[in-house]
């Protein structure tokens, strides 16, 4: 698979969320105390990212 979520725990014991897209590391979020808050920020990604607005800023 080209693209993927992987939650891990970083070095202060907090589960995170990756996305990587053929391996590369394309964002990651804040740190989470419970993998259940990991897993929600995950399927709240999947369900309104697609839908999102890009908000250009430069």
Known sequence: MAHKFEIYKD??????VRFKYNSEVMFSTQGYSSK???QNAIDSI????PGAEVEDNS
């Open 36 to 38: 259940a808050s990991a």
């Open 11 to 16: 070095n202060a014991g907090e589960f995170r």
């Open 46 to 49: 999947k369900k309104n990212g």
